[in-house]
Each structure stands twice: as C-alpha cells, then as structure tokens.
C-alpha cells in the first residue's frame, strides 16, 4: 500500500481546468433556490382544500353510489 | 426568472385525489396522466357500467353494476396512492407555468360541481334508476322491502320500448306528484277493461289462466300478450262492485298484483301514458324490516 501512496504523490498535483470557477458558479446558481415557506399562505392552502374537499367528496360519493340511491315507488 | 423549489406535499396530492381522481397528479404536474385517471374513472365507473349492462341479458345487470362499482373504487384508490408516491418522490420541484391556483380551482369546479351533477342526472333520468319499494301492493312478484333497477329507457322520445301490457310500470302518481307508484299495466288506450270478482277481462278475453284457492285467499295466474304473472286476492275481500271502462286516449289502466292491498286505477283513476317514468327490470337488493337479507331474490328478474 506504500508503494501505491508513493507512485500517487510523485505523479504530481491534478491540474484544474481554467474556467473550473465559472462552470461550478453557473452550477450553483441555476440550482433552484428553496422557495421561502410562508406559513399563512401554506394555512390558506390546507384550508382551501379541506373546504373543497367536504363538498367535492360530497359529489364525489354522489356519483360513485348515485346509481344505488333508490327512490321510493309505493 | 428565479426559481424556486416547490417540493410537493405527499398528504396534500393524497388528499386532492380523494376529492377527484386525478386532482393530485395535476398537483404532482402531471397533467396527461390526470387528464387519463379523470376518464378512466369517469367513463368506466358505475354508470359506464350501467349502460353496458342496460344492453346485456338483465339476469346480468347486477354483476355487471358490481362489477362497476368496485373498479371505481379501485381506480378511486389508485389515483390516491399515485398521487402519494409521486409526490414522495418530487421533493425538487420546479413549478410548471400553468400550475395555478385559479387553474386548480376551475378544473374542480368543472368537474365536480359541472360534470359529476349532469352525469348522474342524465343516467338516472334517461338510462337506469333505482326504486325502493316500501308497500305490499305487488306482492307476490315484488316484496315489500325490495329495491330494484328500472329502465328509463322506456316510454319516451327516441326510446325503442313502448309501454305493454303486462309491464311494471313506475309512474307519477296522479294525486301527488311528488311520489312515485308501482304497478301493473293491464289496459293500453282503448282497451275494454272489466273486473268483476276476481276476473278481470281486456278486450273481452279474461286474464285468469288458473285459480288456486286457499283459506286466507287465492292466488291467480294471469296472462295477456303472451306474458304471464300472479296477482292475490284476500278470502277476507269485501266483493267490489264491477268495474267496466274504456281506457281513454293517451291513459293507461294499472293494477297492483296484491289486488286486496293496493291503490290502483280502481281508486284513482287511469295513468296517463307520459307520467310513466320506467320499466322494473331487476331487484339488486332486498330486506324486510327487522329482518335478514332474502339472498334469494337478489338479482331477480322482474317479468
């Protein structure tokens, strides 16, 4: 293992391509910034959907069992 | 523009797809497969299945309608636990252009507040209904306790099915139009109808085919047009007085098959022809009160 430590060291230091900065900024910056969380919007959201969510499941299961709903024929 | 990273909310695409079946993968930006779940589940749910079955044998209806309603549910469930694992997965997530609020909104109110009513409506109305039926008045072929399919492809414009002799008929009744009634056609308009005791003759020709006597009643086997049924009568029966009318134009005459317990034409006149909504064609379910599930009568069909 020595020997293969010492053939690494004498080979010399990696040479960095010039425009090496430029391409990892570039990099960095069109990575997506996380999106600032706010939490009144996030409430608003949940609140909306659950609103939605009791008259939409409403018609929802009116339309699953709608056709077992039976009328009375006397 | 600066992006943001938006990652989705497992509980919250979950949650839009248990309120429409593709609602979360449009959350998720998947609008193809949205658009598919939305079909799929639309098209071959209950009522797609109704009209299948309304064109098969109708000892099949019932199958075919259950079989119906579980892939709805199926699909239902899938798209719920799609919209899940997607959004688990989307945890770096660039918003798409058309992902807006106003565009969520507007797809739900299309489809659930537009498309889900007019569906329903146009099934029940035009295609296939169901009827609980809470009286004894057409015993013994109909069952207090019985729910049952109709065909509402009957007795309308464009429909190939006219009303016949010997059909169960579901009708507007006369006298108050906010309830349904169920009962036997027997007379067509222009018919001679005559009943005195327990006979009742169209057109000159007596319907009895065959009386089975007993101490709490008879039981008679009636046949017209080449169809055949069986009404009751009571032993404890007050003789009526004869009834002898023509039926008139546009109107037809309806008997209940439980003769000694039922209101029918003999009470309050004929039915016009254009307030007979349906057709009974199959019972699906049936219990009477306090009591167990008559097995045996579900998937009955009705003559």
Redesign the interface.
């Known amino acids: 293992m020595n020997k293969e430590l010492n053939s690494l060291l004498e080979s010399g230091l990696l040479s960095v391509p010039d425009d090496f900065t430029e391409r990892v900024m570039r990099d960095i910056r069109?990575?997506?910034?996380?999106?600032?969380r706010r939490k009144w919007r996030e409430r608003l959201?949940?609140l909306?959907?659950?609103g939605?969510?009791v008259?939409?499941?409403s018609?929802?299961l009116?339309?699953?069992?709608?056709?077992?709903?039976?009328?009375?024929?006397? | 523009m600066q992006n943001l990273n938006h990652p989705r909310k497992p509980l919250f695409a979950l949650t839009m797809s248990f309120v429409l079946p593709g609602f979360g993968q449009l959350y998720n930006g998947e609008p193809n497969k949205a658009i598919w779940l939305f079909l799929c589940f639309t098209l071959l749910s209950t009522l797609g299945m109704a009209l299948i079955a309304l064109y098969l044998p109708a000892a099949w209806m019932l199958s075919v309608l259950v079989a119906g309603l579980l892939l709805t549910l199926s699909i239902w469930l899938y798209g719920m636990i799609d919209a899940w694992r997607a959004a688990r997965r989307k945890q770096d997530y660039l918003l798409q252009g058309w992902q807006l609020s106003g565009v969520y909104i507007l797809a739900l109110l299309l489809c659930n507040a537009l498309a889900f009513p007019l569906l329903i409506n146009y099934f029940m109305d035009h295609q296939v209904a169901s009827f609980r039926i809470p009286s004894t008045s057409m015993e013994p072929g109909i069952l207090r306790g019985d729910i049952l399919f109709a065909d509402k492809r009957y007795n309308c414009h464009g429909c190939k099915t006219s009303v016949q002799r010997g059909d169960i008929a579901i009708f507007t009744y006369p006298n108050n139009r906010t309830l349904y009634y169920i009962k036997r056609v027997v007379a067509l308009p222009g018919d001679r109808v005559r009943i005195g005791g327990h006979t009742v003759w169209v057109n000159d020709k007596p319907l009895t085919v065959q009386e089975t006597k007993s101490p709490s009643g008879s039981l008679v086997t009636e046949s017209i047009d080449g169809r055949q049924w069986q009404v009751q009568w009571k032993a404890a029966d007050k003789q009526a007085s004869d009834i002898v009318l023509t039926v008139p134009p546009g109107h037809t005459f309806v008997l209940g098959d439980n003769r000694s317990a039922s209101k029918d034409t003999r009470n309050f006149g004929t039915v016009p022809l254009q307030d007979i909504v349906g057709k009974a064609r199959q019972v699906w379910f049936s219990m009477a009160a306090q009591e167990d599930v008559r097995w045996g009568r579900l998937g009955r069909v009705l003559e």
């Open positions: 069109a990575a997506p910034l996380p999106a600032p959201q949940w909306a959907l659950i939605s969510a008259l939409g499941a018609e929802l009116a339309f699953i069992f709608g056709m077992w709903a039976a009328t009375a024929a006397y």
